[in-house]
């Protein structure tokens, strides 16, 4: 269930008093308050964890009473007559219905590890959002620089053209290359939007500030374990694989259950009660007493119909499909493990090297434009410096923010992920990016 209206958080977006400083570990929170999607997995939880109940109830006491009265009529006058009594029936031994109550606590724990598995997943997916939201204001930011720049060499190629100083393919370059600019600040500005609409999704909070990353971000590993360990570690406490496990369990307990019914039940039934032949008869009243009654049922399964060895191969079919979707889990949560750690690890020397690019391709064009100046560099030579620095800064914001994203999900492989991890990666961010009003939908 959402915890607030949609229209309150869309008003504090437009309004600029309400514009706020979120970082990761605020919008993990609102996220937790809010996001459909987990409110989804909490509801469920709560009905596998009734399962346990509603198969228990087979082998506990099933007590009812009754009361009733009728007329009959004969021709020649009525007759009212009337019964009441309490009745009560106790399985003492099914041996499905044990089965059964093993199989409700094993989807039970599935349950439980399902809603952990979402939980960690509402992790990831907020981050996802949020950095996602913090590359695009870099990326924004780089392409309406770009764009200012891209004008100022056009300007610049436009005034040299005047005075006989530069040719007029300089000035077409130059328009070209700052239209082009003009329209991927449409873009960017297009792709920030839906990036914060998306964080607005998920945590149903808006901000008028987000916390990102220094310039100065140095990349590190959060572990000195290796991807043999990190693995281990995965596929001893991955939910989602344990959620599968529970389930194969079930699926065992399943057969059991099928298997139970070739062998007999025994059940104790128990009435206490007084049928009345005549409403209203003073006479007799104190002459119909109460009866009491109490028995033992054995029931011995002879023929169904096939039905039982129909149930037993259904059972028997849906437990190794349990197997075999326990194997695959298995398989990818290896598999990611080794991915997101390999990820990581070559993350470090990708920023690194990103960063490096980034200065080298700032240096550059900064040396393009004082050649241009003195006339060491043409318009052409400056352009296509300012085009590789808006390259360079791209990627070197999504590198970083990759990093910090499989950081995470190396630990959401592993089973370990929960709020310490969002905090150790909040700790890091440490720089505003606003977010203006015409991004927030203003």
């Known amino acids: 269930m959402l915890r607030r209206p949609l229209t309150l958080a869309l008003a504090f977006a437009l309004l600029p008093m309400a514009a706020q400083a979120d970082d990761l570990l605020q919008s993990y929170q609102n996220a937790r308050n809010s996001d459909p999607q987990y409110a989804a997995a909490e509801a469920n939880r709560l009905v596998t964890a009734e399962r346990p109940v509603q198969a228990r109830a087979a082998l506990l006491p099933n007590i009812g009473g009754s009361i009733g009265a009728n007329r009959v009529d004969h021709g020649v006058g009525g007759v009212r007559t009337g019964s ?100 991927n600040t449409l873009l960017a500005r297009n792709a920030a939007q839906d990036a914060y609409q998306a964080l607005l999704e998920i945590t149903h909070a808006a901000a008028g500030n987000l916390k990102g990353l220094p310039d100065d971000f140095k990349p590190a590993l959060s572990s000195d374990k290796n991807v043999d360990a990190w693995v281990a570690n995965a596929l001893a406490n991955n939910p989602t694989l344990k959620a599968q496990q529970a389930s194969l369990d079930a699926a ?20 206490y009660g007084k049928a009345i032949t005549g409403l209203y008869d003073p006479a007799f009243i104190g002459a119909n007493k109460a009866s009491t009654s109490v028995g033992l049922t054995l029931n011995i399964p002879i023929f169904s119909g096939m039905a039982t060895q129909s149930n037993i191969r259904s059972a028997l079919a849906q437990r190794d ?43 550059a064009y900064d040396a393009s434009q004082v050649g241009l100046e003195v006339g060491t560099r043409t318009v ?3 352009l296509n410096n300012q085009r590789t620095l808006f390259s360079a800064q791209q990627a070197y914001a999504q590198a970083k923010y990759n990093f910090l994203q499989s950081r995470l999900l190396l630990e959401q492989s592993a089973g370990d992920l929960n709020v310490n991890d969002v905090e150790d990666i909040n700790r890091l961010l440490t720089t505003d990016k606003a977010i203006d009003k015409s991004l927030a939908g203003g």
């Open 380 to 382: 052409l030579d400056v």
């Open 321 to 363: 499909a349990a197997a075999d979707a326990v194997e695959q889990t298995k398989r990818a949560v290896e598999r990611s493990t080794r991915s997101a750690y390999q990820t990581m690890v070559a993350g470090i020397s990708q920023v690194e090297a990103l960063h490096s690019s980034l200065l080298s391709a700032q240096k």
């Open 252 to 271: 065992e307990s399943s057969v059991a259950t099928a298997r139970a019914g070739h062998l007999p039940t025994l059940g104790l039934q128990a009435s």
């Open 84 to 183: 009441w009594g309490i009745n009560m029936q106790q399985s003492l031994f099914n041996f499905g219905s044990y089965k059964a109550l093993e199989g409700a606590k094993s989807l039970d724990r599935a349950g439980g590890f399902t809603l952990q598995a979402a939980g960690q997943t509402l992790i990831t997916r907020t981050s996802a959002a949020y950095f996602n939201v913090l590359v695009q204001l870099e990326t924004l930011s780089a392409a309406e620089a770009a764009e200012t720049a891209l004008k100022k060499q056009f300007d610049f190629a436009s005034k040299r053209l005047e005075v006989g100083l530069a040719p007029i393919t300089d000035v077409y370059e130059a328009r070209a290359q700052y239209d082009g600019a003009r329209a």
